[in-house]
């Protein structure tokens, strides 16, 4: 990342002003107030009357020799035709509405472009330009809708699966930067952490007054990462730190849209999981457990002193490239709500009509969701699950948060389970899902006891509503951001 910019607007690579478009239409003004007509003009200059009228509607860019004889034939200062301001209201909104005419949003409508000249009526050409920027507008609107979002999320899956949730580039930098702080290898430490940042140039500073809407702050200009007070959260401050540094070392820009930001995120999550479980050690390790048939996620995460969930998501980076071990992996809450999940083993995620999986149910009969009823919470679940796209085992941890109780589950398919520890698990399952007489549609008697005498009143998912809040950082307070970094940066 370099310098902080403040938002552009992302698809408007604007040549340097004026554009061709806009000293056409200075070019055609200035003709007219001097009652010239193409015709002459053009001769003057030796031109053909049909090119001059090519560079007035701005559809050929003229030389600045050609300008500059055109500004001596109209005895006016060539600095006149370069003047980047539109001549008249009636010159901006025509250059405006020749825009609008020619952007693809438009093409697409296979309408036809009106002509635009001087028997086009003023009213027509307001209320064309009104009409164009207001589609526009609410084109910008709609791209900032959860429908938006959720295909931002499905096409980045695609990529992770595409890729078997594998990054060489992100495990090389990591590799890199590991190897500039001579880390011995194991678990990375808090220490550790601190070397990585001074090696590039940056201090972790903790604070106890973070902006709420925010995990980490960094001060490109004073090079701080402010990060929250390591016993104030619940989050591995290791991570955090890391996932800021993320940010420097993987060269983000600014995010220009929801895409980007999503992409970042994931990261600058696997760059922290990279560092957290450097692949040489973590390779070794499961290539060990896999020799013995005893993968274990728990190990996994014992090893390098990280969280269950961070353990299983880093499985998924290596179990196929270095094992050759398709994996899924999901998050639901209680109420079987996938908030995050990953696939290559072919398990079938329900998904909506975008082919989003956030926010949708998991099948009652899958592993993720039956370790919610056993007995005893804290210990590991493993099941086998019979569904339509093959048999899985599974093995899935429940996770107490502040905001309530989640299943962190890894499966694998059938063949690959003589590799994992709890295999010999007894439970097994039968999922018909997608049919809905599995478990979406309550059981008959119920359904003919209680139809049409229950009105429970629905709450709302709030994270998935918001997909996508405002701001260059979704959901960011950027005046509580400068407020902060004011308040912190070092004085003189
Ligand atoms: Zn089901």
């Known amino acids: 990342m370099t310098q902080p910019r403040a938002a552009t607007v992302p698809d408007e690579n604007r040549k340097p002003a004026p554009d061709a478009l806009t000293i056409g239409r200075r070019l055609r003004h200035v003709r007219q107030e001097a009652g010239r007509t193409l015709g002459e003009v053009a001769e003057v200059v030796g031109m053909s009357a049909s090119a001059l009228s090519l560079i007035e509607n701005g559809k050929r860019e003229p030389r600045l020799s050609v300008l500059t004889a055109l500004a001596d034939a109209l005895g006016t200062p060539l600095a006149d035709l370069l003047a980047t301001a539109p001549p008249s209201r009636r010159a901006a909104l025509e250059i405006r509405l020749e825009r609008a005419q020619r952007a693809d949003s438009y093409q697409q409508l296979g309408l036809p472009a009106v002509k635009i000249g001087p028997r086009l009526p003023m009213e027509a050409l307001e209320a064309l330009v009104g009409m164009h920027e207001a589609m526009a507008s609410a084109q910008a609107e709609r791209a900032a809708t959860p429908e938006h979002a959720r295909m931002a999320n499905a096409e980045l899956r695609e990529r992770m699966r595409a890729a078997d949730n594998y990054f060489g580039d992100i495990e090389e930098a990591a590799g890199e930067l590991l190897a500039a702080i001579k880390h011995p290898g194991g678990p990375i430490s808090r220490a550790a952490v601190d070397r990585l940042a001074g090696h590039l140039g940056y201090n972790l500073v903790h604070t106890s007054d973070l902006p709420g809407s925010t995990r980490t702050v960094t001060d490109m200009t004073h090079k701080r990462v402010y990060l929250p007070q390591p016993e104030a959260g619940q989050h591995d401050s290791r991570s955090l730190a890391l996932q800021a540094i993320g940010h420097l070392v993987l060269g983000h820009q600014v995010p220009a849209d929801y895409a980007e930001f999503l992409s970042q995120r994931v990261e600058i999550n696997y760059f922290a999981a990279a560092l957290l479980m450097p692949e040489r050690d973590a390779v070794a390790h499961l290539h060990d457990a896999k020799q013995a048939k005893d993968i274990a996620i728990e190990d996994l995460r014992d090893a390098f002193a990280v969280s269950y969930e961070t353990a299983a998501h880093r499985f998924t980076n290596l179990a196929t490239r270095h094992l050759d071990i398709p994996v899924h992996f999901m998050r639901i809450s209680r109420d079987g709500v996938i908030y995050k999940a990953y696939e290559n083993d072919g398990v079938s995620f329900p998904r909506d009509a975008l082919g989003a999986i956030e926010g949708q149910r998991v099948c009652r009969q899958w592993t993720a969701r039956r370790v919610f009823e056993q007995p005893d919470l804290s210990q590991a679940f493993q099941a086998y699950t019979d569904t339509r796209s093959g048999t899985y085992w599974c093995t899935a941890v429940v996770d107490r948060t502040a905001d309530g109780l ?70 960011v307070d950027d005046t509580e951001v400068y407020d902060f970094l004011e308040r912190h940066a070092p004085t003189g």
């Open 406 to 475: 989640f299943a962190v589950n890894v499966g694998v398919p059938y063949q690959s389970v003589k590799w994992m520890r709890g295999r010999e698990a007894t439970h097994r399952s039968q999922s018909r899902c997608p049919d809905p007489s599995c478990c979406a549609q309550p059981p008959a008697g119920l359904a003919q006891r209680w139809e049409g005498h229950a009105w429970p009143s629905a709450r709302a998912h709030s994270h998935l509503l918001a997909a996508m809040p405002p701001g260059v950082f979704p959901g």
